[in-house]
Nanobody
Framework: QVQLRESGPGLVKPSQTLSLTCTVS??????????WTWIRQSPGKGLEWLGA??????????PFLESLKSRMSISRDTSRSQFTLHLSSVTPEDTAVYYC?????????????WGQGTQVAVSS
């Protein structure tokens, strides 16, 4: 059974860099053609797809979130089966619940496994 678990700070000050890590157990992040994804939900808003890193290490970022394009990156540590979201120069608008999830191209690209989500508040 694949499990994903997010970890990171619950509170970040404006202008700081937020780093959230997703630890994957029960499966490999380097096989299976999966997309390891970051998604967030801000208060009162729907889910926002932020970006993903594939099993081969290729990264994709949302082309629609202008405010995030230059501030976001995704990296991975294959030895620890982890992938990490880095978001620099955070503002209160980055306050959200952040989820990591696995997108499975062999299942119609559905998100078949999710972490429980981690709440991040940006406040001074």
């Amino acid at each position: 059974q694949v499990q994903l678990r997010e970890s990171g700070p619950g509170l970040v000050k404006p202008s700081q860099t937020l780093s959230l890590t997703c630890t994957v157990s029960g499966g490999s992040i380097t096989t299976g053609e999966h997309y390891w994804t970051w998604i967030r939900q801000s208060p009162g808003k729907g889910l926002e797809w932020l970006g993903a890193i594939t099993y081969s290490g290729v990264t994709y970022y949302s082309p629609f979130l202008e405010s995030l394009k230059s501030r976001m990156s995704i990296s991975r540590d294959t030895s620890r089966s982890q992938f990490t979201l880095h978001l620099s120069s955070v503002t209160p608008e980055d306050t959200a619940v952040y989820y990591c999830a696995r997108r499975n191209p062999r299942a119609d690209y559905l998100y078949d496994y999710w972490g429980q989500g981690t709440q991040v508040a940006v406040s001074s």
